[in-house]
Structure formats: C-alpha cells, structure tokens
C-alpha cells in the first residue's frame, strides 16, 4: 500500500529537502518505488534530484492549477532512482492564484490520487512555511515527518505545525499522523545539541526517530553534483544515516501493520513508551568522531 509522508518544518534550514532527497534515494535503493513532490518554489529537491528546474515545460505549477495529466509532469531521476515532480519558481505564482481555486487545499490531494497507488512512497518537500503549498501537503499526505535541527529556537516553532496539524485534521485529513521527528545536522559535541534533543525525547518519547543524522559535509556537497549522497560518496556517515532511516521507516510501518504487541494489552497505556535516551548515548562518539 502506497503512504504519502509530507516531509515540513516551516522553519528554513533544518534539513527538509536533504531528508526528502536522501530518504527518497535510500528506500529506492532498498527497492521501494518512491515519487518525489517538489513542493518548493526554490527547486532545491528538484536541483538535488539531478534535474534541472530551469529546463522544465512542466512543473508542479501544471499540478496544481490546470489539468495537465499528471503522469505528464513527473519525470525519471534516473541518476537519483526515483521519479520526480519537480518545481521551480513558477511555484511561486501558483500560491498566489490558488487563493482563487475552489477546494484549493485540496489540489494536490485530487491530483495525486491517481498515481499514489503506484509507488510505495511519495515524499513531499514542503516549502519554509505554514502557506498554502504547505496545506496542500498537509491535506494530501497520510503523515508528516519533522525534521529538527537541534538548537536553540527548535522546539518553539514545533508547537505551530503541530497545531496546523491538528487543525487540517479537525478539518479535511482526519487520518494525519505525526509519522516522526528526525534530529538532523546533529553534533554531539555541542551542549545545547544534546540538551534539545533530550527534550525532545522527553516531550515526544517514541516520536523521536532513533536514527540520528549527523552534521556531516558530504550531505551539504551532493546537491551541487546533482545526486542524493548516496551516489556521491555511499560510503560516508551521512549515506549511512540516511539508509538506517529508510529502514527505521519501513521497520516501524511494519510494525504498526503487525498490530499492538501482545504485552501492551495487560494494562491500560496512558503514557508513552519510555524514550531510548541509550541510543543517543551510544551515538555520540560515533558522531563526534566524524562530524566534519
Ligand atoms: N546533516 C547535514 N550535514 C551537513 N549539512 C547539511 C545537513 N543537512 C542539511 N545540510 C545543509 O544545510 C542546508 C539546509 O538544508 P536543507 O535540507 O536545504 O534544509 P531545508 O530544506 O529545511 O531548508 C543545506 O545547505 C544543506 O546542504
Ligand atoms: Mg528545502
């Protein structure tokens, strides 16, 4: 069964189109069909993909405001190992005119409805900020996968989107989930690093995805040779990374598939499973290490 995951955070720079790219190529490589959607006007998931968006006829622009078939707009990423809705700035100019659609939450949902069945997981790279690109990936997407920067201002723009979440829930996607939270540029030399993400563990428990994605400089070099990092340097901590989170992904749909365990029937659960601070710990010198 196909799981549309809106990859958002409105703040910038936390690591959104780096997850969506490298998640996308990991599950690919682990044989999983994935389709893209570059829901940014900058295009970075699209550059990053190893298209080129200043070369587009058809963009995410078609998607959302005329009735372009949508087979038609997604390309191959051949280099990348996925297919591709890709963006460019023509974005821009599709948020002002959607104000005017009916049903202009509902766009991409409409759209995507009749190829998600195709793949095993569409990935939506959400632009910086709560607008409507953001609530079209809201409303289109089975959950949201938040990346976090762990710093100092992290967890204050959380509760926003958590907030938007719930209300698009109360709203039109009764079925949102919070699929996770993803600590990403994490150096565990840093004090306040460590510090944040213990908070998060504390607030969100089994949220907190166990994959940590280091700082790491291979990460930030890929997008400017066209590829995920994957087939730029797989040998490197941030590819590692990001295959342990394809497969904590997938490990966790699992699952959920397989249903409550058998032990969590004796008592009533009110709380949430105690977080396993032990993985942090277990990282860090790992992480220190190779940080570059
Ligand atoms: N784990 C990482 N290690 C080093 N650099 C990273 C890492 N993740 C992202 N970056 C870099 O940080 C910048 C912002 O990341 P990006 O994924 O574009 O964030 P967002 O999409 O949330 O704005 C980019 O230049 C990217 O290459
Ligand atoms: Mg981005």
Do not use: W
Request: proline share 5%.
């Amino acid at each position: 069964m196909s799981r549309i995951i809106a990859i958002t955070n409105q703040k910038g720079g936390v690591g959104k189109t780096t997850t969506c790219v490298n998640l996308a190529a990991s599950l690919s490589a682990t044989r999983r069909s994935v389709l893209l959607v570059d829901l940014d006007p900058q295009g970075n998931a699209t550059m990053g993909s190893g298209v080129d968006k200043r070369q587009l006829e058809l963009s995410g622009y078609n998607l959302l405001l005329d009735d372009t078939p949508i087979e038609q707009i997604i390309v191959d990423a051949e280099v990348a190992g996925y297919h591709l809705l890709p963006a460019n700035s023509d974005l821009t100019a599709a948020e002002v005119q959607l104000i005017q659609v009916e049903d202009r939450e509902a766009r991409l949902h409409r759209r995507l409805a009749s190829v998600a069945a195709n793949y095993d997981y569409v990935l939506i790279d959400c632009p910086p900020s709560l607008n409507m690109l953001t609530l079209n990936a809201l409303t289109a997407a089975d959950a949201v996968f938040i990346p976090i920067q762990c710093e100092y201002y992290a967890l204050e723009g959380l509760s926003a989107l958590l907030e938007t979440v719930e209300q698009i829930r109360d709203a039109v996607n009764p079925g949102l989930e919070i699929e996770g939270l993803l600590r990403t540029m994490f150096d565990a030399r840093n004090n306040l690093a460590n510090q944040v993400s213990e908070q998060l563990l504390e607030h969100f428990g089994d949220k907190v995805y166990r994959t940590i994605i280091p700082r790491n400089i291979r990460l930030a070099e890929a997008p400017s040779h066209g590829t995920p990092v994957l087939k730029y340097d797989q040998a490197s901590r941030g590819a590692i990374a990001y295959l342990a989170l394809a497969g904590e992904l997938v490990r966790r749909e699992q699952e959920r598939q397989a249903g409550p365990q058998h032990d969590t029937e004796a008592e009533d659960e009110d709380e949430a499973p105690p977080p396993d601070t032990a993985a942090v710990n277990d990282a860090e010198p790992n992480l220190s290490e190779n940080a570059d």
